[in-house]
């Protein structure tokens, strides 16, 4: 269990005189559930950007499976094995939900730009990829929803449409920015709920930030206090909960 | 009923290269998002390519070294009859059939290389520099002398004019311009409903999160840009082939804008609008330069206005009561869908 799956080594990132970063240490161990928090403006995305490749760091280091990621392009980052979602959700508008899922796997034969005109190329692992996303749909209660445009899906569906369609790929890390904003208290319970069962199941890990507490103290194993670009403090939920330098802060921001 | 073919082999032709074009140019900006602002360079890469190259072949196989622009060289090649063009009709047929291809290819590559730098700088370079390169093309040929400078070459003609009978070689070349379009048409909507196209569709909604899930965005662009830029370099043979001669100022950027007209009209994202928008303009192009022709000096207002007046308007009212053109975007289609209906008869 104690063996880490990603690694930033004292990590920083200024924008000109903004220090969105400074000097960030920490680690997430294979098969956690850990959480990210911090009041607004602490660097939460930032260093999810900086860790998918989003951004070059100003300084340190990231390291996925024991190989250097930081430099690397996101669509890179993707190819290892890391997938994000967005504070802003950002699924394809012009893509139905089943699209969207479809549009995951890497490397597809049908993308190759010769092969794309050569449909029985590619049919065959089309369709294979096609029943693969309607299990994963419907498993996660979208089933109705196979056809429909994503503007149909509520902010809850859309939250867990973007985490869960990192499914069809053989991703190891997910990433999600706040998976729980403006989604009803008992569909964020729900939510978490999901992405443990994911964890417990298929032993995937997960890195989350998340600003309401109520919901994620009672999934995560450990918590990362993010404050002005430092780190305040780590530890199990319930003690960083009575950790009063992370009260100070959250009351002061 | 003569007239009527008359008007339908001189307008086939005209089709088929704006229904390239647009097709071409709906590939970019319609499935993919990319601006192009400079589509006529490689249009008009494609007509200079297959002019200079043939013509010098030609020119050679009946063994007389003059300049391409020169009198002699049109003499040589298009004197009727005693022509290279009427006497090595089977080199003349290959060397359109080659400069097919090597426009094809000439221009895509160019098409990506241009553009692979400037994808990585963000989407408003594309365009400025693409516009920038065609212009820097045009006016360069006004200047080189070995192609003519100003005047350009002459001295081709349609490929099937050894025939002798005009409406034959003419309706011949309107056929295999037909076909042409046909198999780009096709192959634009095999590439398009594919999990390629799909791509495509998820770069022109969001670049980012398209390149976060793990798509090589710069890569595709240019790929892109390489097979629409190889169309426009086709429809530039065609060009040259209908026209028989080639000259520097055919390439202005107001074309590139003629064809952007045409993609608005027929239906940004969809193939078969794109072909549509160029139909309906090059129709009204044709039935006006055929009009005017007839009426001669009694017509009130100029035909070139009159002809730019009525497709304003004809693009208003399409816009007025479809905003999205005749043919708004259609959905991607790939068997996924049979997959779909097989897992629910299924379960
Ligand atoms: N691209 C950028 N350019 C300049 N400043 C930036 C940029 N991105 C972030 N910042 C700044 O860096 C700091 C950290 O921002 P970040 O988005 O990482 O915070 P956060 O913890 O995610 O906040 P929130 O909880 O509001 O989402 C902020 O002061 C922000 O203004
Ligand atoms: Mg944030």
Known sequence: MAEPILEVKDVAKYFGGVRALDGVTLSVQKGGLI??????????TTLFNVITGFYVPTRGEVWFEGERIDGLNPNEVYLKGIVRTFQIPRLFPSLTVLENVLLTPPNQIGEKPLYAVLRSRWEKQEKELAKKAVKLLRRFGL?????????????????????????????????????????????????FSFVKRLRDEEGLTFFIIEHRLEVLMEFVDYVYVLHNGKLLAEGKPDEVVQNKAVIEAYLGG | MEFLINFIISWLPIFAIYGILSISLNLEIGYTGMANFGKVAFYAIGAYLSAA??????????????????IEAVQALSTPGTGAIYTHPAAYVGLFVLSLVLAFIVAGVVGYFITYPTLRVGPAFLGITVLAFGEMFRVFMRNYEPLGSTKGLFGLNNPFIWIGNPQLSQGLFALVSLALLLAIYIYAERFVNSPLGR?????????????????????????????????????????????????????????TFYVWAMVILGGMGNNLGALLGAAVFTLVDR???????????????????????????VIVLVLLFRPEGIRPAKPIKTPAWEAVKEVSEGG
Request: include cysteine; charge should be positive; aromatic fraction near 8%.
């Open chain 1, 35 to 44: 959480g990210l928090i911090g009041p607004n403006g602490s660097g939460k």
């Open chain 2, 53 to 70: 190259l043939t013509m010098s072949v030609m020119l050679s196989l009946v063994g007389k070294s003059v300049p391409l622009y020169s």
């Open chain 2, 287 to 313: 039935v006006l330069t055929f009009a005017a022709g007839m009426m001669g000096p009694s017509l009130i207002i100029p035909p070139n206005y009159l002809r730019w007046m009525i497709v304003g308007i």
């Open chain 2, 199 to 255: 791509t495509l569709r998820a770069i022109k909604d969001d670049e980012v999160a398209a390149l976060c899930l793990g798509k090589h965005v710069p890569r595709v662009k240019a790929t892109v840009f390489f097979i629409a830029s190889g169309m426009a370099g086709v429809a530039g043979v065609l060009w040259t082939f209908y026209q028989g001669s080639v000259q520097p100022d055919t390439f202005v950027p107001i074309l």
């Open chain 1, 143 to 191: 089933g109705r929803y196979i056809h429909a445009n994503v503007s149909e899906l509520s902010a809850a569906h859309i939250k867990l449409l973007e985490t869960i369609r990192g499914l069809m790929t053989n991703a190891k890390l997910y990433l999600l920015d706040e998976p729980a904003a403006g989604v009803a208290y008992d569909m964020a319970k729900e939510m």
